[in-house]
């Protein structure tokens, strides 16, 4: 006998456990708010997902995959600035969503560190190979810029959640491109 079926949408359910993690994080959310939160009972959880912290793996998981396939999307621009410059409007746009919890799940949770260390390395990649391909100069050190884009990021997530709107961010958006590195192109002119 197969049980009875779920009385939930768990995809559904994901999605509004990863909101409940994105604004209260991972310690503030409790499974009592999890359950209110998805309408579900506390049985019903741990059935469709083991516990919380599976629960968060898999919503944090949720929003890496959406945030990893954004970055990609942006990095692959014909230049590294145009791709950095991309990502970095994207991001404002996002962290200013009226829809959406302010700021960003991965960059303000403690827990997802290495899901950072991830996009820092894609940013990293990319600047190196906009060296590589000479429309960044050739001293440019991709680890220091993908350093200084995640803290761009960051400071962005954080200035959304203390209420920045959408014109913060973009001056924001600006004054790091602004910092970063000429294209070869510029710097011959």
Known sequence: MAGRPR???????????????????????????LTKAIGITAPSLYSAFGDKDQLFREAADCYFDGVAQQTDRALARPTARQG??????????????????????????????????????????????GVREGDLPADTDPDHVAGFVMAVLTGMSARARDGGNAEDLEAIVELALAALPASSETADT
């Open 7 to 33: 009385a939930f949408d768990r995809d559904a359910a994901l999605l509004i456990a990863m909101e409940q993690f994105w604004r209260d994080g991972y310690e503030e959310t409790t499974v009592a708010r």
């Open 84 to 129: 950095i410059a991309e990502l970095l409007q994207l991001t404002a746009a996002a962290h200013s969503d009226p829809t959406t919890p302010p700021g960003c799940f991965m960059l303000a949770e403690p827990r997802l560190a290495e899901r950072r260390t991830v996009l820092r390395q894609r940013i990293a990649d990319r600047i190196e190979q």
